[in-house]
């Protein structure tokens, strides 16, 4: 199959990559984890498998495998085994095998360094793309939620994914100013770990499932648990001993927040006071996280019906609607190589 002309969104999280290709829609949604291996006289690392397929093989590796993470914090961290993910996931995508060069929308943190959109054009590029588009995630968001990211009036949108949680003004099709936090989804994660340690060893899944189970801006007035399988048997966790890293996690977004409002053009003011905050991005879910942002900043906040999807919908929004985008004279926020 050609796919000649054909526009491939790509949203690289560092919980999942989504892929979405004009005419097909979301095609591609996978973990972001995948299974290398190191063999042969020279070491040479070789892709094993990729998203749910090397989760499901976890707990059977061989000597010479292991589990990696390629992103984090929305980076990419091996360029080389970035593109052999990307390189078979867009093959599937497609279809086919014959890959003749399509244009591919790319999203990124909203505050990577000029370093790290080189390095991700290049590893795009690698995958032999005709041309490259960065478009920073809350851009992305804002065009999957259905705002009206060319109008004058101001939006204050916060995208809370795995790696970053992305904080920007948008008006007029640009960002006016952001912040990129990276105390988000992952980072929890961690710190939950750490919490819990020594008493409970428990793996990164756990803790997610801890953090889904039991993770929440409004402690309830029952103190629910939910039980993990430790080496020592299971171990009943409690949602008190989650709370911490949950406070930790709602301070730093809080301290974000202010910033980017206290650096955001005072004729915006008005605009994002009426509007209010638009959450997006999958920790978003977090019970009470909207009315602890409510109650702290005196504003409405409206959560996104589906906030994993947004990024990954706003890109095949962008790229149908890319003529129309451009004749406006909007385009700006298209990062072209």
Same mark, same amino acid.
């Given at each position: 199959?050609?796919?000649?002309?054909?526009?491939?969104? $790509? @949203?690289? &999280?560092?919980?999942?990559?989504? /892929?979405? !290709?004009?005419?097909? *829609?979301?095609?591609?949604?996978?973990? =972001?984890?995948?299974?290398?291996?190191?063999?042969?006289?020279?070491?040479?690392?070789?892709?094993?498998?990729?998203?749910?397929?090397?989760?499901?093989?976890?707990?059977?590796?061989?000597?010479?495998?292991?589990?990696?993470?390629?992103?984090?914090?929305?980076?990419?961290?091996?360029?080389?085994?970035?593109?052999?993910?990307?390189?078979?996931?867009?093959?599937?995508?497609?279809?086919?095998?014959?890959?003749?060069?399509?244009?591919?929308?790319?999203?990124?943190?909203?505050?990577?360094?000029?370093?790290?959109?080189?390095?991700?054009?290049?590893?795009?590029?690698?995958?032999?793309?005709?041309?490259?588009?960065?478009?920073?995630?809350?851009?992305?968001?804002?065009?999957?939620?259905?705002?009206?990211?060319?109008?004058?009036?101001?939006?204050?949108? $916060? @995208?809370? &994914?795995?790696?970053?949680?992305? /904080?920007? !003004?948008?008006?007029? *099709?640009?960002?006016?100013?952001?912040? =990129?936090?990276?105390?988000?989804?992952?980072?929890?994660?961690?710190?939950?770990?750490?919490?819990?340690?020594?008493?409970?060893?428990?793996?990164?899944?756990?803790?997610?499932?801890?953090?889904?189970?039991?993770?929440?801006?409004?402690?309830?007035?029952?103190?629910?648990?939910?039980?993990?399988?430790?080496?020592?048997?299971?171990?009943?966790?409690?949602?008190?001993?989650?709370?911490?890293?949950?406070?930790?996690?709602?301070?730093?977004?809080?301290?974000?927040?202010?910033?980017?409002?206290?650096?955001?053009?005072?004729?915006?003011?008005?605009?994002?006071?009426?509007?209010?905050?638009?959450?997006?991005?999958?920790?978003?879910?977090?019970?009470?996280?909207?009315?602890?942002?409510?109650?702290?900043?005196?504003?409405?906040?409206?959560?996104?019906?589906?906030?994993?999807?947004?990024?990954?919908?706003?890109?095949?929004?962008?790229?149908?609607?890319?003529?129309?985008?451009?004749?406006?004279?909007?385009?700006?926020?298209?990062?072209?190589?």
């Amino acid at each position: 199959m050609s796919l000649l002309g054909n526009d491939i969104g $790509i @949203d690289l &999280g560092t919980s999942h990559i989504r /892929i979405y !290709v004009k005419g097909k *829609g979301l095609v591609v949604e996978e973990p =972001s984890v995948a299974i290398i291996r190191n063999d042969g006289p020279r070491r040479k690392l070789k892709l094993v498998s990729i998203g749910n397929s090397a989760l499901q093989r976890v707990n059977s590796l061989a000597v010479n495998e292991q589990l990696v993470r390629p992103i984090e914090f929305g980076i990419v961290q091996d360029n080389e085994l970035m593109v052999q993910i990307l390189h078979a996931l867009i093959i599937y995508a497609a279809g086919g095998t014959r890959l003749v060069k399509p244009r591919l929308f790319v999203t990124y943190p909203c505050d990577t360094s000029d370093n790290n959109k080189i390095i991700l054009r290049t590893l795009c590029n690698s995958i032999s793309s005709r041309q490259v588009f960065l478009i920073s995630k809350p851009i992305a968001s804002a065009y999957g939620i259905g705002l009206k990211v060319n109008d004058s009036k101001a939006n204050l949108i $916060i @995208d809370i &994914g795995a790696g970053t949680a992305d /904080i920007a !003004v948008i008006a007029l *099709g640009g960002i006016a100013n952001s912040y =990129s936090l990276d105390f988000a989804g992952n980072l929890i994660n961690r710190e939950i770990i750490k919490q819990l340690s020594p008493n409970a060893k428990i793996e990164f899944e756990q803790a997610e499932q801890l953090k889904i189970e039991l993770g929440t801006a409004r402690p309830s007035k029952i103190n629910k648990n939910y039980p993990v399988q430790t080496p020592n048997g299971f171990v009943q966790i409690y949602e008190s001993e989650i709370t911490p890293v949950i406070d930790m996690f709602k301070e730093s977004l809080r301290r974000a927040i202010i910033e980017v409002l206290k650096s955001m053009p005072l004729a915006m003011i008005p605009d994002v006071m009426e509007k209010g905050i638009f959450l997006t991005g999958g920790v978003s879910n977090m019970p009470g996280l909207a009315d602890y942002l409510s109650n702290e900043f005196n504003m409405n906040v409206n959560v996104s019906i589906d906030p994993d999807h947004s990024a990954i919908t706003g890109l095949g929004n962008i790229i149908n609607s890319l003529d129309d985008i451009e004749r406006m004279g909007r385009s700006t926020f298209l990062e072209a190589n």
